[in-house]
DNA sequence: TTGACGTCTGACACCGGTGTCAGAGTCAAG
DNA sequence: CTTGACTCTGACACCGGTGTCAGACGTCAA
């Protein structure tokens, strides 16, 4: 097997421990796939110990914590934004980390504001694009008409 | 010079042909970049002649039709519906084209609104973390006051 | 022992308009 | 002839979560 990089923090635990998830079992519950989860921790996102052979071994916690990376993930926000609030939405470490994670989720919002905005921008100039196009449909559809008409 | 690809239709002009322009001028006039221009033009979005020596050669009523290649991208058209309803856009060849690129602007805006109604619900699911989250901070302030007092 | 399956890491692809670079040809001005 | 400004083509990078593959190792049952 090729080198596993390990993260700090994380331990290598008994293979086959209980009360614990291996990768497959993990992917399994949440919908995400194995490589999502490997995404998830390279990006600091979510934890994972280690067996002694090298295979992830997951907390009891993790189905709960994917379930709410997921939910922002789908939210629009990225692996940026989420790893700054993430600590908050599991019930974190206090004050300070729950103020950053609300001003996160707050520029988030705006920053949606800001491209719904955009989009309905879009929309009008398309609407308008389109008023001239059916006009201009309408008006060979009738001189198509009147061509047909003296034929 | 590297060898130059050569589209259908296009014709070879002598150098330095009045009343028309090189890419540089045509930049100059749109505010699109060379690299865009050619890129319009790979896309199919944009005839260019050819001097004698390889330089692109732009007709007249080619900034007129940057200006809707632009207008129709920052729509978020991307450049497939714009090759499919630039004939009609231009003044083009009748009623099957219009038909066709009336369909497309048609499609794009309903693609606009379903994005729209994404953004919202992105929006409303952020909405609901926000609060949790405020409410956490809130908590957090309310028992660090406390314990203030109580010390 | 062998085969099937799970897991590991690392890498490429995707989207799509644009910036940017490299290497080379063109051409007018000095 | 030299210099500098343009132009040519082709290629890589960007963003960002995910799919997918390759090559290798672990594990378990037949």
Redesign the interface.
């Known amino acids: 097997m090729a080198p596993m990089a390990r993260s700090v923090g994380e331990r290598v635990v008994r293979a086959g421990a209980e009360g614990s998830l291996r990768i497959g079992e993990l992917a399994e519950r949440t919908g995400a796939s194995p490589r999502s989860l490997r995404y998830y921790e390279q990006q600091g996102l979510l934890r994972a110990d280690r067996d002694t052979n090298g295979y992830r071994r997951y907390g009891l916690d993790a189905p709960a914590t994917v379930g709410r990376i997921r ?2 993930l ?4 990225n692996t940026d934004a989420i790893r700054e ?1 993430l600590p ?2 599991q ?1 974190g470490p ?2 300070v980390f ?2 950053r ?2 001003s996160a ?2 520029r ?2 705006a920053q ?2 800001a ?2 905005a955009e ?2 921008r ?2 009008e ?3 308008t ?2 008023h ?3 006009q ?2 309408d008006e ?2 009738a001189l ?1 008409a009147m061509a047909l008409r003296s034929a």
Not at 74 to 77: D, E, P, S
């Open positions: 939910e922002l789908a939210t629009g926000l609030l908050c939405a019930g206090g004050l729950c103020d994670s609300c989720v707050e988030q919002m949606l504001d491209e719904i989009l309905a879009r929309r100039a398309l609407a694009y389109a001239v196009m059916r201009r449909r060979d559809r198509a």
